[in-house]
């Protein structure tokens, strides 16, 4: 079997499993390996704990990262997944690991999101969020048991995502690549922008799709190619 000269590991939203990035091999080039983060709480690790907070994520994932480490790595993450991936990425730069390249999506960055409370509210005002990004899989909540399955997943990710709350994250050595729905209400220009703050200087570079929150089903094609494009 062909070793490959790159593995991309990505990071899925909240609520969301690895399945998301389940269609992305076949359009990626043969010498790119994908490994898609799979979260405590859900699918097989449904009996596992949820993190407590998203710096101690990412301090599981950078262990589990361990083994893989013997070619270079890039990643990408959509929603909160970026925000799990920038911190991954934090402790592989400190240790002189630095990722090829740190592909956001769907996020503004760590020092411009905006304060919510969402984990806090009652589950149909979180459903309702979910709803209106137009999160994939949404149906779920309609089925009482499918509901009391997925809810507190999703629950846990928002509490990590909206407790996490960097000042002055740390700049990466690795460029930083954003991307966002053009009609996204979570991603402002400026915000997304914001993470050219995070990298070297020159080390940033910026674009958007058509569609919302979750572009990158619709967008699928033109997003991989771009990635695939940037990854060479």
Same mark, same amino acid.
């Given at each position: 079997?062909?070793?490959?000269?790159?593995?991309?590991?990505?990071?899925?939203?909240?609520?969301?499993?690895?399945?998301?990035?389940?269609?992305?091999?076949?359009?990626?080039?043969?010498?790119?390996?994908?490994?898609?983060?799979?979260?405590?709480?859900?699918?097989?690790?449904?009996?596992?704990?949820?993190?407590? #907070? +998203?710096? &101690?994520?990412? !301090? @599981?994932?950078?262990? %589990?990262?361990?083994?893989? /480490?013997?070619? *270079?790595? =890039?990643?990408?993450?959509?929603?909160?997944?970026?925000?799990?991936?920038?911190?991954?990425?934090?402790?592989?730069?400190?240790?002189?690991?630095?990722?090829?390249?740190?592909?956001?999506?769907?996020?503004?960055?760590?020092?411009?999101?905006?304060?919510? #409370? +969402?984990? &806090?509210?009652? !589950? @149909?005002?979180?459903? %309702?969020?979910?709803?209106? /990004?137009?999160? *994939?899989? =949404?149906?779920?909540?309609?089925?009482?048991?499918?509901?009391?399955?997925?809810?507190?997943?999703?629950?846990?990710?928002?509490?990590?995502?909206?407790?996490?709350?960097?000042?002055?994250?740390?700049?990466?050595?690795?460029?930083?690549?954003?991307?966002?729905?053009?009609?996204?209400?979570?991603?402002?220009?400026?915000?997304?922008?914001?993470?050219?703050?995070?990298?070297?200087?020159?080390?940033?570079?910026?674009?958007?799709?058509?569609?919302?929150?979750?572009?990158?089903?619709?967008?699928?094609?033109?997003?991989?190619?771009?990635?695939?494009?940037?990854?060479?």
């Amino acid at each position: 079997m062909q070793q490959p000269r790159l593995r991309l590991v990505c990071f899925p939203h909240a609520g969301g499993t690895a399945n998301f990035f389940d269609s992305w091999p076949a359009r990626l080039p043969t010498d790119v390996e994908l490994l898609a983060v799979r979260y405590p709480g859900r699918q097989n690790r449904l009996l596992e704990p949820f993190a407590p #907070d +998203l710096p &101690a994520l990412a !301090d @599981e994932i950078h262990t %589990a990262l361990e083994p893989y /480490l013997d070619r *270079p790595v =890039a990643l990408f993450g959509h929603s909160m997944g970026s925000a799990v991936a920038y911190e991954v990425a934090l402790r592989l730069d400190g240790r002189g690991r630095t990722p090829t390249r740190l592909l956001v999506s769907g996020r503004v960055a760590p020092h411009r999101a905006a304060p919510t #409370d +969402l984990h &806090a509210r009652d !589950d @149909e005002a979180l459903i %309702a969020d979910v709803r209106q /990004l137009g999160g *994939p899989g =949404a149906e779920a909540y309609d089925d009482p048991e499918l509901r009391e399955l997925t809810l507190p997943a999703l629950r846990a990710d928002y509490r990590l995502i909206e407790t996490y709350r960097p000042r002055q994250p740390k700049p990466l050595r690795a460029p930083i690549t954003a991307y966002a729905g053009e009609s996204d209400p979570d991603c402002p220009p400026d915000g997304v922008r914001a993470w050219s703050e995070l990298t070297v200087p020159g080390g940033f570079e910026h674009r958007r799709f058509p569609g919302g929150h979750f572009y990158p089903t619709a967008s699928e094609a033109e997003l991989l190619a771009d990635l695939t494009a940037r990854l060479a």
